[in-house]
């Protein structure tokens, strides 16, 4: 399983791999010059400050004891300085590389993780986002790529840096003086392993933390969601006292993290400190006895200083690494779910003959939908459906576009003689208008939302197909006309208008099969009305089905077909069916009050 | 949401002094703070005093006597400058989350006053990172960015003191390097925060994409869009990713260019340094002690640069929290009104009169405060106790006006509505609000169980009236298809429900107070016809005796009214009762039978 996350790792690294390979050499080369500086200085100081060279290595040793090249050093002592400000320089250089590197590299790995999750997600079945929650796999897509993006930027390379550091900071010490490169590195462990120690009890923290975040947001959240609601039934009091209960857990929960936060940061200096004192003490008491020059005391405690911060970095990054772990499965769950392939027949016939269905059954999970189911929809015509919740009527209209796929064994569906398992999906789908239940809009002006699929630019056309959907009226009295921004949770389009406008969406596809889904619901009965005879106008040869539990938007089609449990239990015209007994002719009397229980 | 144009311009003392009156009630914590941060900065900026008292006592002499003492001072101080962080991060914390407390707490208690209009006006999304980010965002400033800003302080000051003691002119030198930090810091720093923005928008388009995406997955795949989608989506990422370089050149420079110059600072050092020592002037433990200075020196001024500039990032916030505290709710009891009746969060219902129910509008005249013409222009109605009003007329003809009206979530521009005779902006809302019943056409429902929902409309009913209003609405069936019944979890916003599921629901958690009043905004979406009639069925039973509003979808709701307003473009254009109303066949007429359509023999009742 391990392997398996490591693979989904790596397979977006192609292209940015050689700017963290890029990355790695530039901070070896920066790492190395930062620390030559305090070497650079301490050199001096022995050297040339106290004309000693045996802290040095024993070939510059020489070079500076020839020629009277020492002397003339302690005389221009600025070219020691300036030796140490280049080192500087070429360090701040190549650190400035390294972390443009680590950038393009992440920024690479990020976009094409990006990129892949939202190809993907496109393409995954429709099923498959009817059976997954939008808002996880939304999280999933954004906060899991943030922390794996965070892994990638920060953790993974300063690991990797640290690392390093640690390598050629030790060759430089153990170069100098053994014993006092001990005493550095034996803080090494303690640092690294208090501080892993450390987090991983504040991470548990943390999320309890979050958790307590989580639930006063979704107070608040719910609070200004359901503003009328508080207001009608004057519960501003009730709720005031409920945010205050958990805004107090908030608070307490975080003033508790920040006491075991404080003990570490406080723990984390005096073992920090700890290292310098003994560097200073250890060096100080092997300098006296002359086994140490000042110089290498003075290039320790710099070392010494500078190892700290990184190494409580590296323990911190540990313990964090195990939620990278956590996130890179959850995305990996989405990209292993099988996206719909390429259809292998590409037939493209001609939709506006027949529509048959002969004999359909389909199970969707382990509940049996549709018990087969046959009819036929002759072209040109409009057929109805109806059927309560759960008749299967709407998973007729995902078979017939092919949103849900036909197993070879469960019956034929067939447009003008033509297997819909042989034609092209796409063709299919772009020929067979569907609006559905709930449509969604998405965040664009109602223009493009209209122009969607068409892409025509063409305002008259637009116009046209919203007029045929009864909107263009109402788009018009908005102040922005056509351009208005659909907004989030209709603060400007009403149920109704954002339904009109799928229809329109779905009228200048200009389709020779139409397919309305329980489309008109959230229309009063006269814009119902309205939008069916502008149906019946517009429509041509078009073969219109339409999906209702509204006997008066289904009672003008050519043919009704009637759904119960998944079994077609009645067809006919609407006269037909009104005269017999039956689910239509119930609901018909439901609908137009005669039903006795409603008497009130 | 896009982030207004910061006025990323200067200090703002006169917004930040907003913030006084919350740091006042826990300035006790705040002085431990600042005396713990203080002996913290200290502690540690005369660490290199240390090694140079090591370098002129040991080193240089070579003798190791007293160094066993040496050492003790040396921990001693580490000791105390530990404790002190201990302290101060312990309390700095509690400063933090307290201020974060309170701002979340006047925040949402004035959003719960701000009037409806107000929250037209703004979208959740808004007004959910006020109460919750931007509160966080400048606590954290307050506590963190102060101490951030004053350790570094004290810690230069402390240094200076030092090196001071130590050597002037030395100490002068090292000075040259402080500004010339600070400037670049500052200068980079800046530019590193616009780019910070356009990352957060960038990032935001991306969620908002996924958002879409995702959602809108269903819809992109019937059109066939979605490689339409994709391709949009590329040019998001690309767009990040130019951002993201973008950020890392900046700071790429900033940092190496800050630990450069600690690097110049410690070649001062060592070339002034060095030529006092060669002359005698300076000892070696003085050199020693400056070499580590002029190191440490450096951060504490880059990060007093960063936090400025942070301090002055988070003033946006705060100008954006007490722009929610300062917003006037446009509908207020008066003084004497909130004397005798109490406040929404302070009411005293044994003042409050009992209510009948009869209703008047006398010459009102309203206007949304948003602009547009008069909605109602001098309009007048008498519903006596007990009469159902039902409003009619086209999707987006304005039907909600008049229920806003009647709920006071809106009031009238002129003229008076009067209940029981008295104009009910001489009670309290509180008042109004307890003998209401309000059902809405979105039914919004608060994550808990069935059982919650229903208690909100009567927080101490008990189990038994609460399967009662259920019963008495159908919702026992709701309740009865759940696992674990009336305890079953709705989920946040109800979701775990359908549309017709929570609408029965919200029909009992209206019914249970026994409101005289009663609000309903009939629901027109996809519902079966088996729970619609259950609806129906509810709707009837709940009019019965109660004066009620009733925005109206249904043939059958409709024929129970007393009296129908027609509503078109905003305005009510018909009203009397449905006989009167056909008879006169003006647009009730057209709209009866548009409802209706070919339901030719039904009779009416």
Same mark, same amino acid.
């Given at each position: 399983?391990?392997?398996?996350?490591?693979?989904?790792?790596?397979?977006?690294?192609?292209?940015?791999?050689?700017?963290?390979?890029?990355?790695?050499?530039?901070?070896?080369?920066?790492?190395?010059?930062?620390?030559?500086?305090?070497?650079?200085?301490?050199?001096?100081?022995?050297?040339?400050?106290?004309?000693?060279?045996?802290?040095?290595?024993?070939?510059?040793?020489?070079?500076?004891?020839?020629?009277?090249?020492?002397?003339?050093?302690?005389?221009?002592?600025?070219?020691?300085?300036?030796?140490?400000?280049?080192?500087?320089?070429? &360090?701040?250089?190549?650190?400035?590389?390294?972390?443009?590197?680590?950038?393009?590299?992440?920024?690479?790995?990020?976009?094409?993780?990006?990129?892949?999750?939202?190809?993907?997600?496109?393409?995954?079945?429709? &099923?498959?986002? %009817?059976?997954?929650?939008?808002?996880?796999?939304?999280?999933?897509?954004?906060?899991?790529?943030?922390?794996?993006?965070?892994?990638?930027?920060?953790?993974?390379?300063?690991?990797?840096?640290?690392?390093?550091?640690?390598?050629?900071?030790?060759?430089?010490?153990?170069?100098?003086?053994?014993?006092?490169?001990?005493?550095?590195?034996?803080?090494?462990?303690?640092?690294?392993?208090?501080?892993?120690?450390?987090?991983?009890?504040?991470?548990?923290?943390?999320?309890?933390?979050? @958790?307590?975040?989580?639930?006063?947001?979704?107070?608040?959240?719910? @609070?200004?969601?359901?503003?009328?609601?508080?207001?009608?039934?004057?519960?501003?009091?009730?709720?005031?006292?409920?945010?205050?209960?958990? @805004?107090?857990?908030?608070?307490?929960?975080?003033?508790?993290?920040?006491?075991?936060?404080?003990?570490?940061?406080?723990?984390?200096?005096?073992?920090?400190?700890?290292?310098?004192?003994? %560097?200073?003490?250890?060096?100080?008491?092997?300098?006296?006895?002359?086994?140490?020059?000042?110089?290498?005391?003075?290039?320790?405690?710099?070392?010494?200083?500078?190892?700290?911060?990184?190494?409580?970095?590296?323990?911190?990054?540990?313990?964090?690494?195990?939620?990278?772990?956590?996130?890179?499965?959850?995305?990996?769950?989405?990209?292993?779910?099988?996206?719909?392939?390429?259809?292998?027949?590409?037939?493209?016939?001609?939709?506006?003959?027949?529509?048959?269905?002969?004999?359909?059954?389909?199970?969707?999970?382990?509940?049996?939908?549709?018990?087969?189911?046959?009819?036929?929809?002759?072209?040109?015509?409009?057929?109805?459906?109806?059927?309560?919740?759960?008749?299967?009527? &709407?998973?007729?209209?995902?078979?017939? @576009?092919?949103?849900?796929?036909?197993?070879?064994?469960?019956?034929?569906?067939?447009?003008?003689?033509?297997?819909?398992?042989?034609?092209?999906?796409?063709?299919?789908?772009?020929?067979?208008?569907?609006?559905?239940?709930?449509?969604?809009?998405?965040?664009?002006?109602?223009?493009?939302?209209?122009?969607?699929?068409?892409?025509?630019?063409?305002?008259?056309?637009?116009?046209?197909?919203?007029?045929?959907?009864?909107?263009?009226?109402?788009?018009?009295?908005?102040?922005?006309?056509?351009?208005?921004?659909?907004?989030?949770?209709?603060?400007?389009?009403?149920?109704? =208008?954002?339904?009109?406008?799928?229809?329109?969406?779905?009228?200048?596809?200009?389709?020779?099969?139409?397919?309305?889904?329980?489309?008109?619901?959230?229309?009063?009965?006269?814009?119902?009305?309205?939008?069916?005879?502008?149906?019946?106008?517009?429509?041509?040869?078009?073969?219109?089905?339409?999906?209702?539990?509204?006997?008066?938007?289904?009672? %003008?089609?050519?043919?009704?077909?009637?759904?119960?449990?998944?079994?077609?239990?009645?067809?006919?015209?609407?006269?037909?069916?009104?005269? =017999?007994?039956?689910?239509?002719? =119930?609901?018909?009397?439901?609908?137009?009050?005669?039903?006795?229980?409603?008497?009130? | 949401?896009?982030?207004?144009?910061?006025?990323?311009?200067?200090?703002?003392?006169?917004?930040?002094?907003?913030?006084?009156?919350?740091?006042?009630?826990?300035?006790?914590?705040?002085?431990?703070?600042?005396?713990?941060?203080?002996?913290?900065?200290?502690?540690?900026?005369?660490?290199?005093?240390?090694?140079?008292?090591?370098?002129?006592?040991?080193?240089?002499?070579?003798?190791?006597?007293?160094?066993?003492?040496?050492?003790?001072?040396?921990?001693?101080?580490?000791?105390?400058?530990?404790?002190?962080?201990?302290?101060?991060?312990?309390?700095?914390?509690?400063?933090?989350?307290?201020?974060?407390?309170?701002?979340?707490?006047?925040?949402?208690?004035?959003?719960?006053?701000?009037?409806?209009?107000?929250?037209?006006?703004? /979208?959740?999304?808004?007004?959910?990172?006020?109460?919750?980010?931007?509160?966080?965002?400048?606590?954290?400033?307050?506590?963190?960015?102060?101490?951030?800003?004053?350790?570094?302080?004290?810690?230069?000051?402390?240094?200076?003191?030092?090196?001071?003691?130590?050597?002037?002119?030395?100490?002068?030198?090292?000075?040259?390097?402080?500004?010339?930090?600070?400037?670049?810091?500052?200068?980079?720093?800046?530019?590193?925060?616009?780019?910070?923005?356009?990352?957060?928008?960038?990032?935001?388009?991306?969620?908002?994409?996924?958002?879409?995406?995702?959602?809108?997955?269903?819809? /992109?795949?019937?059109?066939?869009?979605?490689?339409?989608?994709?391709?949009?989506?590329?040019?998001?990422?690309?767009?990040?990713?130019?951002?993201?370089?973008?950020?890392?050149?900046?700071?790429?420079?900033?940092?190496?260019?800050?630990?450069?110059?600690?690097?110049?600072?410690?070649?001062?050092?060592?070339?002034?340094?060095?030529?006092?020592?060669?002359?005698?002037?300076?000892?070696?433990?003085?050199?020693?002690?400056?070499?580590?200075?002029?190191?440490?020196?450096?951060?504490?001024?880059?990060?007093?640069?960063?936090?400025?500039?942070?301090?002055?990032?988070?003033?946006?916030?705060?100008?954006?929290?007490?722009?929610?505290?300062?917003?006037?709710?446009?509908?207020?009891?008066?003084?004497?009104?909130?004397?005798?009746?109490? #406040?929404?969060?302070?009411?005293?219902?044994?003042?409050?009169?009992?209510?009948?129910?009869?209703?008047?509008?006398?010459?009102?005249?309203?206007?949304?405060?948003?602009?547009?013409?008069?909605?109602?222009?001098?309009?007048?109605?008498?519903?006596?106790?007990? #009469?159902?009003?039902?409003?009619?007329?086209?999707?987006?003809?304005?039907? /909600?006006?008049?229920?806003?009206?009647?709920?006071?979530?809106?009031?009238? #521009?002129?003229?008076?509505?009067?209940?029981?005779?008295?104009?009910?902006?001489?009670?309290?809302?509180?008042?109004?609000?307890?003998?209401?019943?309000?059902?809405?056409?979105?039914?919004?429902?608060?994550?808990?169980?069935?059982?919650?929902?229903?208690?909100?409309?009567?927080?101490?009913?008990?189990?038994?009236?609460?399967?009662?209003?259920?019963?008495?609405?159908?919702?026992?069936?709701?309740?009865?298809?759940?696992?674990?019944?009336?305890?079953?979890?709705?989920?946040?916003?109800?979701?775990?429900?359908?549309?017709?599921?929570?609408?029965?629901?919200?029909?009992?958690?209206?019914?249970?107070?026994?409101?005289?009043?009663?609000?309903?905004?009939?629901?027109?979406?996809?519902?079966?016809?088996?729970?619609?009639?259950?609806?129906?069925?509810?709707?009837?039973?709940?009019?019965?005796?109660?004066?009620?509003?009733?925005?109206?979808?249904?043939?059958?709701?409709?024929?129970?009214?007393?009296?129908?307003?027609?509503?078109?473009?905003?305005?009510?254009?018909?009203?009397?009762?449905?006989?009167?109303?056909?008879?006169?066949?003006?647009?009730?007429?057209?709209?009866?039978?548009?409802?209706?359509?070919?339901?030719?023999?039904?009779?009416?009742?």
């Amino acid at each position: 399983m391990k392997n398996g996350i490591f693979k989904t790792f790596f397979a977006f690294s192609k292209g940015a791999r050689r700017f963290f390979l890029a990355a790695i050499g530039a901070s070896a080369v920066s790492i190395f010059f930062k620390f030559l500086t305090p070497r650079i200085i301490g050199g001096t100081v022995d050297a040339v400050l106290g004309a000693d060279t045996g802290g040095l290595p024993a070939f510059l040793a020489a070079w500076l004891n020839t020629g009277g090249r020492l002397e003339y050093l302690a005389k221009h002592i600025g070219l020691c300085a300036l030796l140490a400000v280049a080192s500087a320089v070429l &360090s701040g250089v190549f650190n400035f590389r390294s972390r443009v590197n680590i950038a393009k590299g992440t920024g690479k790995y990020v976009k094409a993780l990006r990129d892949r999750l939202f190809e993907h997600t496109q393409h995954l079945p429709f &099923s498959w986002h %009817t059976d997954h929650l939008t808002g996880d796999i939304i999280q999933r897509c954004t906060t899991d790529v943030e922390t794996t993006q965070n892994f990638v930027s920060t953790q993974l390379l300063e690991v990797i840096q640290t690392v390093l550091l640690l390598i050629i900071a030790f060759a430089l010490m153990f170069s100098m003086n053994v014993p006092m490169s001990i005493v550095v590195l034996l803080f090494i462990p303690i640092i690294a392993g208090y501080t892993c120690f450390f987090f991983g009890r504040i991470s548990r923290k943390f999320l309890e933390c979050d @958790n307590a975040e989580g639930d006063l947001m979704v107070q608040v959240q719910e @609070n200004l969601t359901g503003v009328r609601v508080v207001r009608a039934f004057g519960r501003e009091k009730h709720e005031q006292a409920q945010f205050d209960r958990k @805004n107090e857990i908030y608070t307490g929960k975080w003033i508790s993290l920040g006491y075991t936060l404080g003990v570490y940061w406080g723990v984390g200096d005096i073992v920090c400190a700890s290292q310098l004192l003994a %560097t200073v003490v250890a060096g100080a008491y092997m300098a006296a006895s002359g086994r140490l020059t000042l110089g290498v005391f003075i290039t320790f405690i710099s070392y010494a200083q500078s190892l700290g911060g990184p190494v409580r970095q590296l323990g911190r990054i540990l313990s964090e690494m195990s939620k990278t772990g956590v996130s890179l499965r959850r995305i990996k769950d989405i990209l292993d779910a099988p996206a719909e392939t390429a259809s292998p027949e590409e037939e493209t016939p001609d939709l506006r003959g027949d529509i048959v269905f002969d004999n359909v059954s389909f199970r969707y999970g382990d509940k049996q939908v549709l018990r087969g189911v046959s009819f036929t929809a002759k072209g040109g015509k409009t057929i109805g459906i109806l059927g309560r919740t759960g008749s299967g009527k &709407s998973t007729v209209t995902y078979l017939l @576009n092919r949103l849900y796929e036909l197993p070879e064994d469960c019956g034929t569906i067939t447009v003008g003689g033509v297997d819909i398992r042989k034609i092209d999906r796409y063709y299919l789908r772009r020929n067979i208008g569907l609006v559905l239940q709930e449509p969604f809009l998405f965040s664009k002006t109602v223009f493009e939302n209209i122009d969607i699929a068409t892409d025509t630019g063409d305002l008259e056309k637009v116009r046209q197909a919203a007029r045929a959907a009864a909107v263009d009226d109402s788009v018009m009295a908005f102040p922005k006309g056509y351009d208005t921004v659909v907004g989030e949770r209709g603060v400007t389009l009403s149920g109704g =208008q954002k339904q009109r406008v799928a229809l329109a969406r779905t009228f200048m596809m200009g389709a020779p099969v139409m397919v309305f889904d329980d489309s008109m619901s959230n229309l009063d009965m006269k814009t119902d009305e309205q939008i069916r005879t502008s149906l019946r106008e517009n429509a041509g040869d078009a073969t219109v089905l339409l999906i209702s539990h509204r006997i008066s938007t289904l009672m %003008t089609a050519d043919w009704i077909i009637v759904l119960d449990r998944g079994a077609v239990v009645q067809q006919g015209t609407h006269e037909q069916l009104l005269a =017999q007994e039956g689910i239509y002719r =119930q609901t018909y009397e439901i609908q137009s009050g005669k039903g006795g229980e409603t008497n009130g | 949401m896009a982030e207004p144009n910061t006025s990323r311009s200067r200090l703002s003392l006169k917004l930040w002094k907003r913030i006084f009156p919350y740091i006042k009630s826990i300035r006790k914590y705040m002085i431990v703070v600042l005396v713990g941060m203080v002996v913290s900065a200290l502690s540690e900026s005369v660490y290199p005093m240390f090694t140079s008292y090591a370098v002129n006592r040991f080193v240089t002499p070579g003798t190791t006597a007293g160094i066993g003492l040496f050492a003790l001072a040396f921990l001693l101080v580490i000791v105390i400058g530990a404790a002190a962080v201990i302290v101060y991060s312990r309390n700095s914390i509690i400063v933090e989350m307290q201020t974060a407390k309170m701002l979340k707490r006047d925040c949402f208690r004035h959003l719960q006053e701000l009037s409806l209009s107000y929250y037209n006006a703004n /979208s959740v999304g808004y007004l959910l990172s006020r109460v919750m980010s931007d509160t966080d965002r400048i606590s954290s400033v307050i506590s963190w960015g102060i101490i951030h800003l004053l350790w570094n302080l004290c810690y230069i000051i402390g240094a200076f003191v030092s090196m001071m003691l130590l050597n002037v002119k030395l100490a002068l030198l090292l000075l040259c390097i402080v500004p010339v930090v600070a400037v670049i810091t500052w200068v980079f720093q800046s530019r590193l925060i616009v780019v910070g923005r356009r990352i957060r928008e960038a990032n935001s388009r991306i969620v908002g994409a996924y958002n879409e995406g995702i959602t809108g997955a269903k819809t /992109s795949k019937t059109l066939v869009i979605e490689e339409k989608n994709c391709e949009q989506f590329r040019a998001i990422t690309s767009d990040m990713y130019r951002q993201m370089v973008r950020r890392s050149v900046l700071s790429g420079i900033l940092i190496p260019l800050v630990l450069l110059c600690g690097s110049v600072a410690v070649s001062e050092v060592l070339y002034a340094g060095g030529r006092g020592v060669m002359r005698g002037a300076i000892d070696y433990g003085t050199l020693a002690a400056f070499i580590t200075y002029a190191v440490a020196i450096i951060d504490p001024v880059a990060e007093i640069a960063r936090v400025i500039n942070d301090i002055i990032t988070a003033q946006v916030c705060l100008e954006r929290v007490t722009a929610v505290i300062d917003e006037e709710p446009l509908i207020r009891d008066t003084p004497a009104v909130e004397a005798k009746y109490g #406040t929404v969060f302070d009411p005293k219902p044994e003042n409050w009169e009992p209510i009948r129910g009869h209703i008047t509008f006398d010459h009102v005249w309203f206007k949304y405060p948003d602009g547009g013409d008069y909605v109602l222009e001098d309009f007048c109605l008498d519903v006596p106790a007990g #009469t159902t009003v039902a409003i009619v007329g086209e999707t987006g003809a304005g039907k /909600s006006t008049l229920v806003n009206l009647v709920c006071r979530f809106f009031e009238p #521009t002129a003229g008076s509505i009067r209940i029981d005779g008295t104009d009910y902006r001489q009670r309290s809302q509180s008042w109004l609000h307890a003998n209401l019943g309000y059902v809405l056409q979105d039914a919004h429902l608060f994550s808990g169980s069935i059982a919650d929902n229903i208690r909100y409309g009567k927080l101490d009913a008990t189990p038994a009236q609460i399967e009662a209003a259920a019963k008495l609405v159908s919702a026992d069936r709701v309740a009865a298809g759940m696992p674990g019944g009336y305890d079953a979890q709705v989920g946040e916003g109800g979701d775990r429900l359908s549309t017709g599921e929570k609408q029965l629901v919200s029909f009992a958690r209206a019914m249970i107070a026994d409101p005289p009043i009663f609000v309903l905004d009939e629901a027109t979406s996809s519902i079966d016809t088996h729970t619609e009639l259950m609806i129906q069925n509810a709707i009837s039973r709940v009019l019965h005796g109660r004066t009620s509003f009733i925005i109206a979808h249904r043939l059958s709701t409709v024929r129970m009214a007393d009296v129908i307003l027609v509503v078109d473009d905003g305005k009510i254009v018909e009203q009397g009762t449905h006989d009167e109303l056909m008879a006169s066949g003006g647009r009730y007429r057209a709209l009866y039978e548009a409802m209706e359509i070919r339901e030719q023999e039904s009779p009416h009742r």
